[in-house]
């Protein structure tokens, strides 16, 4: 089982509409989770950081359910600029900082 | 404006050149890192540092080499590209968990 598993899409969606979607984590000793944007050909950027509370940042809102072991990132009244990669960040061990990455989530928005 | 710029952005070479692509921050970040990323797979880290003359091979075993002399510099070289390591090439810096990626490097050995 992957590390980090994320349902690669692409996901379709009206611009305006709200969209939501999951990553899972295999790790259960995990303790930091984040939310990257990736746009096509480009680097990833950190959008949001997730804790136990939840965290939401304008249109943009992340649970983490750890009895589970998922993360979730949902995006209300989505705009066309929102089309982008979405990585799922975990920290789970291993080098450096022990951050894996998931493949991401490709969100297209729709006119 | 980015702080952290790697050099070239693009990059096709021959097979058996060897190559060095930088890499450099102005945050004054100890740590620093190389990811590799094939199109629509996830990263890969191939090398990390914690600070000058510290240099670690991380997850995903990589035949390039790299070194860390001066705090805000830290390049990649290949002694001799292959096909096989044609990806792209991402640096990044971090203070705690927070990254901040470079734009990369695209190499494509032919």
């Known amino acids: 089982r992957k590390e980090v598993e994320q349902d690669p899409g692409p996901f379709n969606v009206p611009e305006g509409a709200t969209v939501a979607f999951n990553c899972t984590y295999s790790?259960?000793?995990?303790?930091?989770f984040f939310w990257y944007r990736q746009d096509c050909r480009k680097e990833p950027k950190l959008l949001m950081s997730?804790?136990?509370s939840g965290n939401e940042d304008g249109r943009f809102t992340a649970q983490l359910n750890r009895a589970s072991q998922y993360i979730s990132l949902l995006i209300r009244d989505s705009k066309l600029s929102d089309s982008a990669t979405y990585l799922c960040?975990?920290?789970?061990?291993?080098?450096?900082?022990?951050?894996?990455f998931g493949k991401g989530t490709h969100l297209i928005i729709q006119p | 404006e980015a702080d952290i710029y790697q050099t070239p952005r693009y990059l096709v070479i021959g097979t058996g050149k060897k190559i060095t692509l930088e890499c450099s921050q102005t945050?004054?970040?100890?740590?620093m890192y190389w990811y590799q990323q094939d199109p629509g797979m996830e990263l890969h880290l191939i090398h990390y540092s914690y600070g000058v003359n510290s240099t670690e091979k991380g997850d995903l075993s990589s035949e390039s080499t790299v070194s860390r002399i001066r705090t805000e510099h830290f390049p990649l070289t290949l002694e001799s590209a292959r096909p096989s390591h044609t990806s792209q090439y991402l640096c990044?810096?971090?203070?705690?968990?927070?990254?901040?990626f470079g734009s990369g490097t695209r190499l494509t050995v032919v």
């Open positions: 960040v975990v920290n789970s061990g291993g080098g450096a900082d022990g951050l894996t």
């Open positions: 997730v804790y136990s």
């Open positions: 990044a810096s971090s203070v705690g968990l927070f990254y901040t």
């Open positions: 945050m004054g970040h100890d740590k």
């Open positions: 790790n259960s000793a995990s303790q930091s």
